[in-house]
């Protein structure tokens, strides 16, 4: 990993799960504090970069190239000394996002990796930040996992009436 500076830190973490025999880079999502992130989320092109035959988000296929670029050797070192292990690129919100960019790059570029294989790499992606065309989302399924939360009307009116009656002290 990189040169940690005091007061900084990456915004990505590798982790070595030997309980679970799986390698994984967590990146982490959208800083509102943070003007790089905004300048991330905005380099967007009007979704016109071009990716394996569809369309991705310019910025979040740019930040998984710097990921992918910082941590590749580390990566590498780690698949050849647990050759059984799967590689799991994970994230929320803006971090989702890149970490599927970074996994559609990855399994474009297995070699890239050594021996690693498209079946032994793998996403989960909570809340991800809208990043590639429907086409892409649906070559890309085998190993890119979203997990959006989806609320019905009932449940939000529920809630809302929850909220109203604490406001009114009436639970």
């Known amino acids: 990993m990189g040169t940690i500076c005091p007061g900084r830190v990456t915004p990505y973490l590798v982790y070595l799960d030997h309980a679970h025999a799986d390698i994984v880079l967590a990146l982490r999502g959208f800083n509102l504090g943070r003007e790089s992130d905004y300048a991330l989320l905005l ?3 009007l979704g016109k970069r071009c990716f394996d035959g569809g369309y991705v988000h310019n910025g979040l296929l740019r930040a998984a190239g710097w990921v992918l670029d910082r941590e590749c050797d580390l990566l590498r070192d780690l698949l050849d000394r647990y050759p059984a292990y799967t590689l799991t690129f994970t994230g929320h919100s803006l971090g989702a996002g890149v970490a599927a960019m970074l996994t559609m790059v990855v399994v474009l570029n297995l070699d890239k990796l050594g021996k690693v294989e498209r079946g032994r ?5 909570m809340a991800p930040a809208r990043c590639m065309s429907l086409n892409l989302a649906v070559r890309y399924a085998d190993v890119i996992n979203s997990v ?10 529920e809630f809302g009436l929850h909220v109203v009656c604490l406001n009114l002290g009436y639970m």
């Open 148 to 157: 959006v939360l989806q609320v019905t009307s009932s449940v939000v009116e």
């Open 121 to 125: 790499t793998r996403c989960y992606a």
């Open 43 to 45: 380099d967007n092109r």
